[in-house]
Each structure stands twice: as structure tokens, then as C-alpha cells.
């Protein structure tokens, strides 16, 4: 009985934290402007760089891709960067500079094996190759609206400003794995980069949206510094700090469109940003299974069975979780069916199973290559024969230790 | 050259991607010309009473609508992605027996043909429509064992005259038998959902019209397969 009460405390705190999240997110989306550019009646628009580092056929490549052909404003370079040739998202981008034959895009091709972060890696060329002196760091799934550029250059006319991320909103859902990653997206992850920024003061840096000065990087070392890195997204962030500059989350929303992926997909995802949070985050990732309430009120069905209490507590989270992510899927203005959010407690239970797995396992696939990862995230190559698991298991107690 | 698959369903019949979506999605991912061949299914066996009974085949009285709704669409794709559309249909002759079954594209059809006339009338309307007529997955498949459609093969030296290209690759599988007989060729995805987008594709080394894409493969000049993989 005192643990099913134990259990109940719990889950009341991981609302609390889920009811502050959505206060967080009202606050910050309500805001009609960002906090770093209100001072400045005068907006300034320096020449933009955008690196765009592809690898294969995102959902809606040829539309986010246009999205940032057709940027109000005054003066941007488009850099597109492959590993191959052959890649299939070339021919993608070659349709996209038939249909804008007036704007500056430009295709760089380089097989680069300078570190193991493949997305750095893919960086390394556009980054010499751009012309102006700031860069806004852009992934393939990001698609944009035409004040995008205008609005998120914005707090940059503030000199103290190091770096500008966004937050983000997952949609375009047409399966069962594009589903999950877009509820996740729109309630766990815009919740808490929201939360961590309004009450804690903590910037967390999503890499899909980076705009960054060239002086700043090459004061942290440049893109050399994180080329082993797997969160380098987060990292680049930190020493911005470090560096004194600020970092300002923009409330622009950007879209991810995630439309067609499976399940696996979902799942190596999150067990992916779940070993990064570990490694970054230490003994704060435990706190973490605690704001996922409706794991929590599963946990009580396999202790005590299933009795009234055990299924009214799952049933009456359940409900609150499904009616919290549908406002705030509401809020970030989500094109998603209302019957999808029904969805939302599968999601969080799987959610909660996934997050054990950074504790049994320290590796990573990306990209189609094995990794191991150590303290910050940094990679190694994972060795494929003799003795891999000794080489695991060492591994593992040594980034523990260290 | 040219990216193509010209070979694709639609909820117009046994797809499970509806036409504007199956657009989109070869539209996004940079393809240059698709032809949307829906099942026209003869309706003088079980097995093609079930199909035109829950609508999985096109009709006399629905391909008017079907043509329209592809033009609409062709029009709408050639303006955002510089996508080709071409209208299309599977003549779909099944049989209990995979000997006595065969599925035929015409692409670039103007008027319905029924898949309950036979090979030869089929043929030579296509013809006068200049329709491109492509004998789809003549070998056994590893997929599709339960409905291989061997007829035009196994009756090629009949038939070989009126067919203007063999799909020498289907979806996963390739039929090297047509390449050695010299047969002009194509490939195709049989796309009814959006896995099958990643399979094998056609590449054309000509010009981005209708007109050129059939002449092209007909002479079997320029072109190429590759299997298209993400």
C-alpha cells in the first residue's frame, strides 16, 4: 500500500513538472518577440550562409529545401554539402537550382573523413567554401516559413548574442513511427527545451537551426573541435557560453516533417538522444523517467495486478497526458488529427522502455556506422572483430570511472 | 538522364497511397517522369469480379474521372517539382493459372480498353492510341509467387512484335532472361506503398516530353535501370 502511494506521489510530480512544461510553452510561444531584439527599433541584416549538410532522401527534402530558396531577405547563400555523389538527395538539390536558376546555391561534394561525426564531417567544406560571416547551420528535415531568416536574425544585433537555435515542432505524421516521433517532438521535447530555458535558465541547443557567427566558432576551435563529438549540437552551445556570449533559444517555430518513418526508426532515434543525455547529463538523465508519468502509472498494473486503483490511476493520467499534449500540439499549431493524440500514452510507454537502454549499451549507430561513446559524447570507432564485447564491457567501465 | 518509374498504383485501384500523395512523394524525392498505371481488371473470371467488386480496378464509367484527376495532377506536378506525369493503365489478365495470366502497361493511353478483350485486339488499340506497351513482371517473382504472370513470356514468339518494352526488373527482382534475348527494356517499382518507392527505376537519356520518353524506349536507346536506394 505505501509504495502504490509512493508511486502516486511520483506520478503527481512528474505532473507538476508536465503542468509547469505547458506553462513554459504558452509563455514562450506568446511572446511576439524575442527577448534579445526588442531593444533595437532598427533591425540590421547581415549576409547569410546557410550550410545545408545532406545524406540521403528526407520526408519532403524538395520542399525544405525550397523553403529556404524563397527567404525574405536581402542577401543568403544556400551551400549544400554531400559525402557522395551518388547520393540520392543530389538530384534533389540539382531540381531545386533548375527551379531557382537566380539564387545562390551551391553544391559541394567531398568524401571527408577528418572525424567521426558524420554531420561535421559533411560540414567541413561548405564552412571554407562560405562567403559571409555569419552561417546559420540547417538540417535536411527543417522546413521554414518565408520571415524565417528575418526573425531568428533578429537577437544577432545584440553583440552578446553567441548563438541563435530554434524550437521545434514535428509534423506531416502519415505512420505509425512518424506519429510518435511528432507527438514526442511537440510534448516532450519542445516541453522541456522550453522549461529548461524559462525556469532554469538553461539554453538547450537543438542542432536543426544554428546561427552562429564565423569569429565565435573559430574562437571555440571551430568545426575541427567537434568533429568527435556526437551531441556537437549542445557542445557548440556550451562553449558559446563558456565564451561569455549568450545563447538564445528563438520562439520561431521551425517544422521538422517526419511523414513516412517506421517504428525502428523511432526507436534508434530516441535510443540515440537517450545514450546522449546519459552521457551528458549523468546522474540528471535518472531524473528524467520521473516526468514520464504515464510509465510511472504503468508500473503499479505489474506490482499489484490489475484492480480498480491500479487502472483508474493508469486512466486518469492517461486522460491528462492526452489533453496536455493535445493543447499543446494546439499551441505549436500542429496540423495533426485529433484522434492522434490518443496515441500519446503508447508513445510514452515505449518512451519509458527505451530510456533503460543507455545503461546496458554505449554504443551508437549513425549514419549506418557502429560507435562508441564516451564522457561528452566524444566517439570512438567501434571495433567490429575479436574481443568487441571485452572492448564494450572495458569501455564502459572506464567512461563510467572517468 | 532522366529518373523514372513508370509503373505505380494509386488508391484509383490497389494502391494505398492516393494519387496526390504518390505525387508528392516522387515530386520531393527529385524524380523526373512517372507514369500512374491503375488496374484495369477483366471481369471474366472470380478473380476479377472480387477486384472490380470493391473497386480495385478502373471501370468504363470511372476513367474518364481517373484521367481527369491525373491531368489535374500532372499539371499541379510539372509546375512545383518539374515532375512529368503520364497517365497509364495495367491491363490485368488473371487466371487461376499463372501461365494464362499477364499484365500489361499502356502508357500514354487516351481511351479505355477493356482487359477482357483479347491479347491481340488489346494490342493493336493500344497501338492506334500510340500507346507505349510494356509486359510487366513476365517471370516468376520472389513476391508475388501466388500470381506470377508468365502467358506473354512463355507466348513470346506470338507476341514479342506488339511489345514495345519488357519490365526487366520489378520492384526487387530482375529478370535477366529479357536482357540476353535483346528485348528492349524498362523497370519499374509496381509502387502500392511508400516502401516501394526505394526499387528498381528506369533511367532515360533523353528529352523531359512524353513524345521523346516513347521513343526512347521503344528504340531501347539511353537507357538504363538502377536500383534506387536511400
Not at chain 1, 249 to 270: A, D, M, P, Q, T
Not at chain 2, 93 to 105: G, V
Not at chain 2, 113 to 118: E, F, L, N, V
Request: hydrophobic share 40%; net charge positive; aromatic share 12%.
Amino acid at each position: 500500500m505505501v509504495l502504490f502511494w509512493i508511486f502516486g506521489v511520483v506520478i503527481l510530480w512528474g505532473l507538476i513538472i508536465y503542468g509547469l512544461q505547458i506553462i513554459a510553452v504558452r509563455s514562450t510561444l506568446s511572446s511576439s518577440k524575442n527577448r534579445e531584439g526588442n531593444s533595437n527599433p532598427v533591425q540590421s541584416f547581415p549576409p547569410i550562409s546557410i550550410l545545408k549538410p545532406l545524406k540521403g532522401l528526407e520526408d519532403n527534402l524538395f520542399g525544405n529545401l525550397e523553403s529556404f530558396c524563397l527567404q525574405d531577405y536581402p542577401e543568403y547563400e544556400v551551400i549544400c554539402s554531400f559525402q557522395d555523389e551518388n547520393d540520392p538527395a543530389h538530384k534533389v538539390v540539382q531540381k531545386i537550382k533548375e527551379k531557382f536558376p537566380d539564387m545562390p546555391i551551391s553544391i559541394i561534394i567531398e568524401r571527408c573523413y577528418r572525424g567521426f561525426n558524420p554531420k561535421v564531417n559533411n560540414m567541413f567544406l561548405a564552412y571554407q567554401y562560405s562567403k559571409y560571416p555569419t552561417i546559420l547551420i540547417s538540417d535536411s528535415n527543417v522546413m521554414v516559413d518565408k520571415d524565417y531568416l528575418k526573425t531568428i536574425v533578429k537577437p544577432m544585433d545584440n553583440p552578446k548574442v553567441g548563438l541563435v537555435c530554434n524550437l521545434i515542432k514535428g509534423t506531416g505524421g502519415k505512420s505509425i513511427g512518424s506519429i510518435f516521433e511528432n507527438l514526442h517532438l511537440n510534448s516532450f521535447i519542445l516541453g522541456n527545451v522550453c522549461f529548461l530555458d524559462k525556469y532554469l535558465r538553461i539554453p538547450c541547443v537543438v542542432g536543426k537551426s544554428m546561427l552562429i557567427r564565423k569569429r565565435d566558432l573559430e574562437a571555440i576551435g571551430g568545426l575541427r573541435s567537434f568533429k568527435d563529438i556526437l551531441a556537437e549540437d549542445h557542445f557548440i552551445g556550451e562553449k558559446i557560453r563558456q565564451l561569455k556570449r549568450r545563447v538564445v533559444i528563438s520562439n520561431y517555430l521551425i517544422n521538422n516533417v517526419n511523414e513516412y518513418w517506421g517504428l525502428k526508426k523511432f526507436i534508434n532515434r530516441h535510443v540515440r538522444w537517450g545514450k546522449m543525455r546519459w552521457k551528458i547529463g549523468g546522474m540528471q538523465y535518472l531524473f528524467e523517467l520521473t516526468i514520464n508519468p504515464v510509465f510511472i502509472a504503468c508500473l503499479p498494473l505489474f506490482l499489484f495486478g490489475l484492480t480498480g486503483k491500479t487502472l483508474s490511476l493508469l486512466f486518469l493520467v492517461c486522460l491528462i497526458k492526452i489533453i496536455g499534449d493535445f493543447y499543446l500540439g494546439r499551441k505549436a499549431l500542429t496540423p495533426m488529427h485529433p484522434l492522434v493524440y490518443l496515441l500519446s500514452p503508447i508513445k510514452d510507454f515505449l518512451i519509458g522502455l527505451i530510456w533503460f537502454v543507455p545503461f546496458a549499451s554505449n554504443t551508437v549507430i549513425w549514419r549506418g556506422n557502429r560507435y562508441l561513446i564516451g564522457k561528452d559524447t566524444k566517439l570512438s570507432l567501434y571495433p567490429e572483430k575479436g574481443g568487441a564485447w571485452m572492448y564494450r564491457i572495458m569501455h564502459g567501465i572506464k567512461a563510467r570511472l572517468v | 538522364m532522366l529518373l523514372c518509374d513508370l509503373h505505380i498504383h494509386t488508391t484509383h485501384s490497389d494502391g494505398s497511397v492516393e494519387l496526390r500523395r504518390t505525387v508528392d512523394l516522387f515530386g520531393q524525392a527529385g524524380f523526373d517522369v512517372i507514369a500512374i498505371t491503375d488496374h484495369v481488371v477483366n471481369g471474366d473470371n472470380a478473380f476479377g469480379k472480387l477486384a472490380r467488386r470493391f473497386n480495385f480496378s478502373i471501370k468504363e464509367d470511372s476513367f474518364k474521372a481517373y484521367m481527369s484527376h491525373i491531368t489535374q495532377e500532372a499539371e499541379r506536378a510539372w509546375d512545383r517539382y518539374g515532375l512529368l506525369v503520364i497517365p497509364g493503365v495495367e491491363i490485368t489478365k488473371n487466371s487461376f493459372s499463372s501461365d494464362k495470366s499477364a499484365h500489361i502497361l499502356l502508357i500514354d493511353i487516351k481511351e479505355f480498353i477493356p482487359a477482357s478483350w483479347g491479347y491481340e485486339k488489346i494490342f493493336l488499340e493500344a497501338k492506334k492510341q500510340d500507346a507505349l506497351i510494356v509486359a510487366c513482371h513476365p517471370h516468376r517473382t520472389s513476391e508475388k509467387s501466388f500470381i506470377d504472370t508468365l502467358f506473354l513470356w512463355n507466348n513470346r514468339d506470338k507476341y514479342a512484335r506488339y511489345i514495345d518494352a519488357w519490365e526487366i526488373a520489378n520492384r526487387d527482382d530482375v529478370f535477366n532472361v529479357i536482357s540476353l534475348k535483346k528485348y528492349p527494356y524498362i523497370a519499374g517499382s509496381d509502387f502500392h506503398k511508400v516502401r516501394h518507392l526505394y526499387s528498381w527505376k528506369s533511367m532515360l537519356n533523353c528529352k523531359k516530353d512524353i513524345e521523346s520518353i516513347k521513343q526512347c524506349i521503344r528504340s531501347n536507346w539511353g537507357v538504363a535501370i538502377t536500383l534506387f536506394r536511400n
